[in-house]
């Protein structure tokens, strides 16, 4: 009996573009994001993110995207972002067929280190769309609670979705990074 290899995180170069792109597609739009329960299908038509976002947020500095993998296979990403004394956490996607297993929590985990050990931040940030209430109540049992700060959803960008609602808007949520190094 052989022991599965486990799984490992890594910081994602410009070769992974076009694989992270195809992966965050595939979470949030479409009928390959309705196999997951992260899916945005039934508010947002059209893309989610694009090979020029994606590279930009490999460029920039105190930016990376971090990738989970077994054995060469992307299991998941997300983009941390190191904004002063908080980080932002966002384009969060797991292959829908793995999702419920444990591999978010591992990774969301892990930018939570990236911002705590290696840049000191104290707060991690994030907006997520208010009308995903089982989303939020996920990030609120990992410590994120609410802050009733509202963002409009930028309707009118495509770039973002294409709405198929007129009621979307993002909210800021928060956690405080435990053990900070000072």
């Given at each position: ?13 410009e070769?992974?573009?076009p694989a ?19 899916t ?13 976002d ?10 990376r995207i971090?990738l ?26 797991v292959?829908?067929?793995l ?5 978010g ?5 892990e ?45 009118g960008?495509e ?24």
């Open positions: 009996m052989t022991t599965p290899v486990p799984p490992r995180f890594r910081t994602a170069t070769a992974d573009i992270i792109v195809a992966l965050v597609e595939s979470a949030y739009r479409g009928d390959s994001g309705r196999r997951g329960w992260t945005e299908s039934d508010l947002l038509d059209g893309q989610r993110t694009d090979a020029a994606v590279a930009d947020a490999i460029s920039r500095p105190d930016s971090v989970l993998e077994r054995d060469g296979r992307l299991l998941a990403s997300c983009h941390v972002e190191r904004r002063g004394e908080a980080s932002y956490f966002g384009m969060f996607a292959d829908p067929a999702q419920a297993g444990g591999l929590r591992l990774l969301l985990g930018a939570e280190r990236i911002a705590r050990a290696e840049w000191g931040c104290r707060l991690m940030e994030m907006t997520v769309i208010v009308q995903r209430n089982e989303l939020i109540a996920w990030y609120e049992r990992r410590g994120y609670r609410r802050t009733g700060t509202y963002k409009p959803f930028p309707y960008q770039r973002f979705g294409v709405p198929r609602r007129d009621d979307l808007r993002f909210e800021l949520l928060v956690k405080e990074l435990a053990g900070v190094a000072a």
